[in-house]
T-cell receptor
Framework: GAVVSQHPSWVICKSGTSVKIECRSL??????MFWYRQFPKQSLMLMAT?????????EQGVEKDKFLINHASLTLSTLTVTSAHPEDSSFYIC???????????FGQGTRLTVV | AQSVSQHNHHVILSEAASLELGCNYS??????LFWYVQYPGQHLQLLLK??????LVKGIKGFEAEFIKSKFSFNLRKPSVQWSDTAEYFC??????????FGAGTRLTVKP
């Protein structure tokens, strides 16, 4: 089946630095990518939706200048957490699907810890 | 290996049929359990969740799920499906490490 590879699976960074998370679709064209964040003991929260070649659509309350999303190709989408703070520590996960397909595929998730 | 298993890849039902989607997990200890739905072209939506208390959980759109600890299961049910329930359904488990782990998903097709 289709695979979405997300990395890194975990990262520890210092406050003020930036971290890039990548999601690659390995054997299909990911026209749409969803980025989610999970707070401890809560369900996923949608951060943004990105379509290949266009700007991401951010959910209300998500800072677009802090969480930079790039979806420049049909196989790669990236989420960059800029000027990270400890409150950005969380579990981030991507999900992608291709045009006209109802199936969605998840990355493995990234555990970000900002110290 | 710790995992979340959804038994059916694709389920096809007629309208008004009853639905049960299986979900089993292999994590020990305390877990939080979720069912999400993803309609075509849309993002995930939370159907229901179990953290503690009554193991029979009622969610939105007439869905419910039962947590059976002894079976490590959290099956999703709906007494009578509608065409609009056509979507992909994901079971997810939030275990000791707080990371969310998903099943592979079950595609539900409801024929009108």
């Amino acid at each position: 089946g289709a695979v979405v590879s997300q990395h890194p699976s975990w990262v520890i960074c210092k406050s003020g630095t930036s971290v890039k998370i990548e999601c690659r679709s390995l054997d299909f064209q990911a026209t749409t990518m969803f980025w989610y964040r999970q707070f401890p003991k809560q369900s996923l929260m949608l951060m943004a939706t990105s379509n290949e070649g266009s700007k991401a659509t951010y959910e209300q309350g998500v800072e677009k200048d802090k969480f930079l999303i790039n979806h420049a190709s049909l196989t790669l989408s990236t989420l960059t957490v800029t000027s990270a703070h400890p409150e950005d520590s969380s579990f981030y996960i991507c999900s992608s699907s291709s045009a006209g397909d109802t199936e969605a595929f998840f990355g493995q998730g990234t555990r970000l810890t900002v110290v | 290996a710790q995992s979340v298993s959804q038994h059916n890849h694709h389920v096809i039902l007629s309208e008004a049929a009853s639905l049960e989607l299986g979900c089993n997990y292999s994590y020990g200890g305390t877990v939080n359990l979720f069912w999400y739905v993803q309609y075509p072209g849309q993002h995930l939506q939370l159907l229901l969740k179990y953290f503690s208390g009554d193991p029979l959980v009622k969610g939105i759109k007439g869905f419910e799920a039962e947590f059976i600890k002894s079976k490590f299961s959290f099956n999703l049910r709906k007494p009578s499906v509608q065409w609009s329930d056509t979507a992909e359904y994901f079971c997810a488990v939030n275990a000791w490490d707080n990371d969310m782990r998903f099943g592979a998903g079950t595609r539900l097709t409801v024929k009108p």
